[in-house]
């Protein structure tokens, strides 16, 4: 399928449940963003937040209620079809960096690029991105030669390979130390100011979550919504 083309980014969360057997994660959450807005989503351990960004990006069915992006709801989608507007609408960059040892920086960052041709430019988008996050010097590096913010970097530039609508990150800056955080934390807002994509961020750092447009708090299943001044 073609990709969805729109002048306004849409995120729309109604109603949406979610159940793994007898125990309720989430329960009737609903919100909407649009444009390039920043969201942050806490809560404590358990609160569904990992269940809830893996639902916005198509990763996993809720149990009931409806997510629309750009006016489509994904999940009326075939498989194909869903993989492919996953691959094109929504990046992701988990807390564990998931990049293959056998591939060198460039390769990583191209690899969502193979399965649908969709970037006529693709290589000369990740040495851009690459140069972004500062690691052109490491073009032709493998996975195991990086430190483990290098390492996230490069997850940072594989997950906007393909011009994503929506960039979620699932506790990006967990497994880094304080300073280096601090700058995976303000590289995602550099690039988000630039790419102006939606940003949706799981992170149990308070501090950290201030800094965004947007705080989705759960707690039990429910979720509250508040704007940061």
Known sequence: MERPRTTTRQLKVANVSHDYGPVQVLRNISFSFTGGVSVAITGP????????LHIVGTLE???????????TDPFMLSEPELAQYRNSVIGF??????????????????VPTFAFKQQPNATER??????????THRLSHRPGELSG????????????INQPDILLCDEPTGN????????????????????????????HNLELASRFQQHLQLVDGTCSLNTNS
């Open 45 to 52: 351990s358990g609160s569904g937040k990992s269940t809830l």
């Open 61 to 71: 069915r809720p149990s009931s209620g409806r997510v629309e992006i750009n006016n």
């Open 93 to 110: 960059v988990f807390q564990e960096h998931h990049l293959l040892p056998q591939y060198s920086v460039l390769e990583n960052v191209l």
């Open 126 to 135: 990740a040495r851009e991105l690459l140069r972004r996050v500062g690691l």
């Open 149 to 160: 913010g290098e390492r996230q970097r490069v997850a940072i530039a594989r997950a906007l």
């Open 176 to 203: 880094l130390d304080t300073a280096t955080a601090e700058t995976i934390a303000d590289l995602l807002f550099e690039l988000h100011d630039v790419e102006q994509y939606m940003l949706m961020v799981v992170t």
